[in-house]
């Protein structure tokens, strides 16, 4: 018997010799392959997208509609334009033209009809993204924020409704885009980073904030943004919308970022990752929602916000918190639960009136009540 095992034994030990030297050369092999940055970034691009497709998949199948993931080869600037959107469903409302108005309805010329918020797919300097654009001027088009599970006070100390999955929060909002906002940290609590102002009325407060950067909306659309430790607060009593991440890319038309001064340490803000923008061009008309398609660095995304003409902008939430949907159809899934949104109606996807009534409240001299 011991003669018969003997044999046996010795495979075995060939087997476990055989493994261990493929294990060690495929360990060799994956060190020098990961040495490289372009391989470390081809390989996190990857798993980004299969991610994204699990994401999207199993929102499909709890009834989400998806919109195909954008390709990773970027799109040439001059072959981009406008994606093809779904036709709005006609309503039968007191807001629709007629087609040949009676003696006794008299159409006001002044009063010209709103026009879709517009989301288009570019290529800037190979980088791919889309690029939401916000006018201001269009007098059905809205901006606010969006909390998670419909709740009316941000997460803070003292209160928290937790995050929700991007779907429902797109599925709830019925707005023309819906996109990921500010920071929030990943403890039970999931505070939400900075002072949140929308529709006039504060989401969060804290008269001790000094944190990144607010991007702000006063009466009359008047933008500002404003760095807090360099700068000074802002006037959140001031703001009908604002919104407070970083950090800033863009000060007064030149590349201007500096992380640390604003207090972010966090490597994934300060390294290469998948980031979200917001800014404004000098006529301070409109605001570029930015998504990008591709990691980049915190100066790569500075670049190319100047580059589509941008005299303000800051860095918003990205990376696994990238989202953007339009038109009720998602372009770009979250890869985690949210707690904030922003959020953009138009002329097809009108504000609510509660939404509506403020502005035009706080346009008569309505200011947010400072919380307690």
Not at 148 to 155: E, Q, S, V
Request: charged share 15%.
């Amino acid at each position: 018997m011991p003669d018969r095992k003997q044999p046996n034994g010795c495979r075995k030990m060939l087997r476990r010799t055989f493994l261990f030297l493929v294990g060690l050369a495929l360990a060799q092999f994956l060190t020098e392959f990961f040495s490289i940055p372009q391989n470390r970034s081809n390989f996190a691009s990857l798993v980004r997208q299969l991610w994204e497709k699990a994401i999207a998949f199993w929102e499909s199948q709890n009834g989400v509609a998806q919109k195909p993931l954008p390709s990773s080869t970027p799109t040439p600037i001059s072959s981009v334009s406008p994606e093809p959107l779904p036709s709005p469903t006609p309503k039968t409302s007191t807001t629709s033209k007629p087609s040949q108005p009676s003696s006794k309805t008299k159409v006001n010329p002044a009063v010209a009809r709103g026009k879709p918020v517009q989301v288009t797919q570019k290529t800037v300097a190979g980088v791919s993204f889309y690029q939401t654009t916000i006018d201001l001027s269009d007098p059905e088009t809205f901006i606010t924020l969006g909390l998670a599970n419909n709740a009316t006070y941000a997460n803070g100390p003292t209160v928290s409704n937790g995050d929700e999955p991007f779907a429902k929060l797109v599925a709830r909002q019925k707005a023309a885009v819906v996109a990921n906002g500010t920071f929030f940290d990943k403890s039970n609590q999931k505070w939400v980073m900075g002072n949140m102002v929308a529709a006039g009325r504060f989401l969060k407060y804290s008269r001790w904030e000094n944190y990144g950067t607010t991007l702000g909306i006063k009466a009359g659309n008047q933008l500002e943004m404003i760095t807090a430790r360099t700068e000074g607060q802002p006037n959140w009593g001031q703001h009908w919308f604002s919104i407070t991440c970083g950090p800033r890319l863009i000060k007064q038309g030149k590349i201007s970022i500096s992380p640390q001064s604003e207090g972010f340490a966090d490597p994934h803000v300060l390294g290469v990752g998948y980031r979200t923008a917001i800014g404004f061009p000098a006529n301070r008309k409109q605001l570029f929602l930015i998504s990008f398609l591709a990691s980049l660095s915190l100066q790569q995304e500075a670049n190319i916000m100047k580059a589509i003409g941008c005299i303000e902008a800051m860095n918003l939430d990205g990376g696994a918190s990238e989202a953007l949907a339009h038109n009720g159809r998602i372009l770009l899934p979250a890869g985690r639960n949210l707690t904030n949104v922003i959020v953009v109606y138009d002329t097809n996807y009108p504000a609510p009136s509660a939404l509506k009534t403020s502005w035009q409240r706080f346009q008569a001299g309505d200011r947010p009540s400072i919380p307690l």
